[in-house]
């Protein structure tokens, strides 16, 4: 196991368009993050899954955005109707809820640009 | 409503110097404060978190509950800790979401 691996880790996309992105985490772990980095900023929470329950979304995430983990492996999220608002790289974090200490593990990231 | 402050974009220093990264948060519960620190083409990755009191390369960082801070400190820099660092918070035990901070660069000069 390599780590938490995403795809594409770029996309350019026109405006208006759907966008598809994969996130597979390190296969033991339960729980799924996605964050947004915009420039200059830090990471700022979309959205988390344990198993394949989706247990809190960012008021960030506007109807346009969706997630899923539908096996409680890897998880997919997808922007329909791009706006050049979206622009960012999406980060994708697993982690290990076991009740004890733990530590977020981050994937290299998807970078979007739309055009 | 979580939020952490890194009041400064850009730390240079010079090879030996000491650093101090500041941050300060906000959050009503009782958090867990965490330093995520980003090489050059490297993704994110955990440096040190407050419940473990570690020290790690060197780095060291303390709660001051009274202060709101987690500042993280070195008393000698190296160049190789030339990266981009995050601060980070999320409610103690809940595994859940973290806040980050925009986060700062700290150049070492040889």
């Known amino acids: 196991d390599t780590g938490v691996s995403q795809n594409p880790r770029h996309k350019i996309t026109k405006r208006g368009q759907n966008v598809t992105f994969r996130c597979d985490p390190i296969?033991?772990?339960?729980?799924l993050y996605w964050y947004r980095q915009t420039l200059g900023q830090g990471p700022e929470f979309l959205t988390y899954?344990?198993?394949?329950?989706?247990?809190?979304k960012s008021r960030l995430l506007s109807d346009r955005f969706s997630a899923e983990r539908p096996k409680g492996s890897f998880s997919t999220l997808e922007i329909q109707r791009t706006e050049q608002g979206d622009s960012a790289m999406y980060l994708c974090a697993s982690s290990l809820h076991s009740g004890g200490a733990y530590e977020q593990y981050f994937g290299p990231g998807t970078r979007l640009t739309v055009t | 409503a979580q939020r952490v402050t890194q009041p400064e974009k850009l730390l240079s220093v010079f090879k030996g110097a000491p650093v101090e990264l500041k941050c300060n948060y906000s959050?009503?519960?009782?958090?867990?404060l965490f330093w995520y620190v980003q090489y050059s083409r490297q993704r994110l990755q955990l440096l040190l978190r407050h419940i473990s009191r570690e020290s790690i390369k060197g780095f060291t960082a303390d709660l001051n509950k009274g202060e709101t801070s987690f500042h993280l400190k070195k008393p000698f820099a190296q160049e190789e800790d030339s990266a981009m660092y995050y601060c980070a918070l999320s409610a103690a035990g809940a595994n859940s979401k973290l806040t980050f901070g925009k986060g700062i660069t700290l150049s070492v000069r040889p």
């Open positions: 959050y009503s519960g009782s958090p867990e």
């Open positions: 899954f344990q198993n394949e329950a989706q247990l809190e």
């Open positions: 296969s033991e772990h339960n729980r």
